[in-house]
């Protein structure tokens, strides 16, 4: 798909902008880069619409970002006008990604790798039209490739506050539109009335919804997806010691929503989940409700999903993450790695450029004999938490500066709100740290980033090399 076509069909689904517009004139990658740092939906999309039909690179961007993530983000938006002209078709949109080592990176798509996306979605849950409710923010790249799905298709995409759908507000197409639709068109063989649309959540989301039906809380392990060594490993409320002045995350109170919330959920054609790591009970949970869940597995690099269960196969018991998506190929490296081939892959990190090349993640994996994905962990020490990235080695080196912790660690420990949640490990010294310093260093920092709890360490677990062993600090941490 040509970008002037992908411009055509995003105009055609907002309607005419006011007043005139005329068609851009000169080469792609001739205007100024073109930043879009928008919160709010109907503003987002009418400006990556006008940016869609212009000549420049696009850039999305965070508007929680905070000075750090600012800064790494206007060095690389400098080299733009170097690689602008040499853009052209391809690579001109640019979607931010904490990459292979969860520091701030700008993806490279364009509209055909949009496109493909999009197509490989359709035949792989067998729509034509993809209709959405979007709670997911427009600037990432789940909540991005949901809109896209709906303008590329024709389809209706409703953004909803996630605040409201958690009070209990739901949209009216959820609830009223789609049953509508589904009677007419008869319900789903083995299935409760279904509607015409699909949403995507991050499991903290779908916990938060759920939270008034028993069974939805639990440990936070990944569902046939960490490490064989941290399986079944789970945190207590007070799992650790917690320096002064630091406090435990409240727990998240009990909701009368849930059934409600169940209720609505089952008429979608599809929860699509991802973006977090999973945990048992949740899903149980979902099944016990009958929730028409689509777990899966995709990244920015890869523009959202290429891997999916079908609502069918998880209330039918499938636990993985399904399988791979029409316009993607999937498979291991000898070491275990997942990696992934096809027409929606990125192409490369900005500035730089990258060939159709495979794409070898630091995810592990393992498949099925008849291509079912199960994400098993990180290869690297990336803790995600709500979805989002976190580098440790970003977060100690603010805390080193503070000079409070004689040796300290960022590291994941599992967690049934976040998935992981950002934990320091420091080692026990007589004076205890001032942990007012260690928040005024972090306040350059996005809050996602900052720690959730500080565990006092001693002695300090090192491997024969001498270095940190950071699988022994999560044992440790994670004790009562």
């Not at 070491?335 to 495979?358: H, N, W």
């Not at 959730?452 to 491997?463: D, E, I, L, M």
Request: positive net charge; glycine residues 10%.
């Amino acid at each position: 798909m040509e970008r002037a076509e992908l411009a055509r069909r995003l105009q055609a689904s907002l309607g005419p902008p006011p007043g005139p517009h005329p068609e851009p004139a000169g080469s792609p990658g001739d205007g100024p880069p073109i930043v879009i740092a928008e919160r709010e939906p109907a503003v987002f999309m009418a400006a990556f619409a006008r940016a869609a039909a212009a000549r420049s690179l696009v850039f999305l961007t965070d508007p929680e970002w905070r000075t750090a993530e600012r800064a790494q983000a206007d060095a690389l938006i400098a080299a733009a006008p170097r690689a602008g002209r040499a853009a052209g078709e391809r690579g001109w949109l640019m979607i931010p990604s904490g990459g292979t080592g969860g520091r701030l990176k700008f993806a490279r798509h364009d509209a055909d790798t949009i496109a493909a996306a999009v197509d490989g979605f359709c035949r792989h849950f067998a729509v034509t039209r993809v209709d959405a409710v979007g709670v997911l923010p427009l600037y990432h790249v789940s909540g991005f490739m949901a809109w896209m799905r709906c303008a590329l298709t024709g389809g209706a995409y409703r953004p909803w506050r996630w605040a409201d759908l958690a009070a209990g507000q739901w949209p009216a197409s959820a609830a009223a539109t789609g049953a509508a639709a589904a009677r007419e068109a008869g319900p789903p063989r083995g299935a409760r009335e279904r509607g015409v649309e699909f949403i995507s959540l991050v499991p903290t989301q779908l916990q938060r919804l759920l939270a008034g039906v028993a069974g939805t809380a639990g440990p936070a392990v990944l569902a046939d997806s960490t490490a064989p060594a941290e399986r079944g490993a789970a945190v207590a409320g007070a799992a650790c010691p917690v320096g002064a002045g630091a406090a435990e995350r409240p727990a998240a109170s009990a909701s009368p929503l849930g059934p409600s919330a169940a209720d609505r959920l089952r008429r979608f054609r599809a929860v699509c989940l991802g973006g977090g790591p999973l945990w048992p009970s949740l899903l149980e949970t979902a099944a016990r409700l009958r929730l028409p869940l689509s777990v899966g597995y995709g990244m920015t690099e890869t523009a959202a999903m290429v891997a999916a269960q079908r609502p069918e196969e998880f209330l039918a018991g499938d636990r993985t993450c399904g399988r791979a998506l029409p316009h993607a190929r999937i498979d291991l490296t000898d070491d275990g790695r997942i990696r992934i081939a096809g027409a929606s892959l990125f192409r490369g990190y900005f500035p730089e450029e990258r060939g159709p090349s495979e794409l070898v993640t630091e995810d592990l994996g393992e498949r099925q004999a008849d291509g079912r994905l199960t994400v098993l962990g990180r290869r690297d020490a990336v803790i995600i938490t709500g979805g989002k990235k976190v580098d440790p080695l970003e977060v100690e080196a603010a805390l080193r500066a503070t000079e409070e912790f004689a040796d300290l660690a960022v590291i994941g420990l599992p967690d049934p709100e976040w998935g992981h949640a950002v934990t320091v490990c420091y080692l026990a010294a007589s004076r205890p740290p001032d942990l007012d310093r260690a928040a005024a260093a972090l306040a350059g920092l996005a809050p996602y980033k900052h720690p959730k709890r500080y565990c006092a360490v001693s002695p300090w677990p090192r491997n024969p090399q001498g270095k940190v062993n950071r699988l022994e600090l999560v044992r440790l941490a994670a004790l009562p």
